[in-house]
């Protein structure tokens, strides 16, 4: 006898974390690339705060070329390093990375704290 399972749905979920506050940004059944979800939540951002945050600290899906256009237009800081060849500052960008990486973290544990409750 064959038992097979039905398929695995998984919900693909975008959150943006602020101030300890989690906020769903988008939630969908469907499959998608998470790096278009990107300037959406910072206009959502902007309508709930009233201004664009200074930094966003994003996975590296998120750092397409049209959304490091948009975050240099807005004056926003998108986490990652910079396109091209390696600038003469890498001990900062390296310093910089690092710090980013630890705020992440806050993203990364609401995503824990969904599954476990």
């Given at each position: 006898?064959?038992v097979?399972?039905?398929?695995?749905?998984?919900?693909?979920?975008?959150?943006?974390?602020?101030?300890?506050?989690?906020?769903?940004?988008?939630?969908?059944?469907?499959?998608?690339n998470e790096?278009?979800t990107?300037?959406?939540s910072?206009?959502a951002?902007?309508?709930?705060f009233?201004?664009?945050?200074?930094?966003?600290?994003?996975?590296?899906?998120?750092?397409?070329?049209?959304?490091l256009?948009?975050c240099k237009?807005?004056?926003?800081?998108?986490?990652?390093?910079?396109?091209?060849?390696?600038?003469?500052?890498?001990?900062?960008?390296?310093r910089t990375?690092?710090?980013?990486?630890?705020?992440?973290?806050?993203?990364?544990?609401k995503?824990?704290?969904?599954?476990?409750?």
């Amino acid at each position: 006898m064959l038992v097979v399972p039905p398929l695995a749905s998984y919900a693909k979920l975008a959150i943006s974390v602020v101030n300890g506050y989690a906020f769903r940004e988008q939630l969908s059944w469907d499959n998608y690339n998470e790096g278009n979800t990107l300037q959406a939540s910072v206009e959502a951002y902007r309508d709930r705060f009233g201004f664009y945050p200074k930094a966003v600290l994003a996975d590296q899906i998120y750092r397409t070329r049209d959304n490091l256009r948009y975050c240099k237009e807005k004056g926003i800081r998108l986490s990652g390093p910079k396109l091209g060849r390696p600038s003469d500052d890498q001990q900062e960008q390296k310093r910089t990375a690092k710090a980013d990486a630890s705020a992440r973290n806050a993203v990364e544990g609401k995503f824990g704290e969904g599954k476990r409750s």
